[in-house]
């Protein structure tokens, strides 16, 4: 099993900044892509960025040139930089680690954005 705990979402003015953190514990061997979703209610989860294990980023098209994925392997964290946020960012973001197996998923953190 692989834990994710999420920290770092809160409430922020359009055009603000946040900063969300996903710390993994556990069996962590394996892991290659760690990621970042978002999910609002009565939508399906989309994919915010993502990373793989040699650091390779892809990000979705809402979210690009404003928002950068990190992650520490050592420390064993991912890390979402979000700037220039926009009332649509609203949403629960959601970490997700995958090995050949499964995805894991953190809990959630709730970001909204106040215009």
């Known amino acids: 099993q692989v834990q994710l705990v999420e920290s770092g979402g809160g409430l922020v003015q359009a055009g603000g900044s946040l900063r969300l953190s996903c710390v993994a514990s556990?069996?962590?061997?394996?892991?290659?892509?760690m990621a970042w979703y978002r999910q609002v209610p009565g939508n399906q989860r989309e994919l915010v960025a993502q990373?793989?294990?040699?650091?390779?980023?892809d990000y979705g098209d809402t979210v690009k040139g404003r928002f950068t994925i990190s992650r520490d392997n050592a420390r064993n964290r991912v890390a979402l930089q979000m700037n220039g946020l926009k009332p649509e960012d609203t949403a629960v973001y959601y970490c997700?680690?995958?090995?050949?197996?499964?995805?894991?998923w953190g809990k959630g953190t709730l970001v909204t954005v106040s215009s």
């Open positions: 997700n680690a995958r090995n050949a197996i499964r995805d894991y």
């Open positions: 990373i793989n294990s040699a650091g390779r980023t």
């Open positions: 556990g069996n962590i061997f394996g892991i290659s892509i």
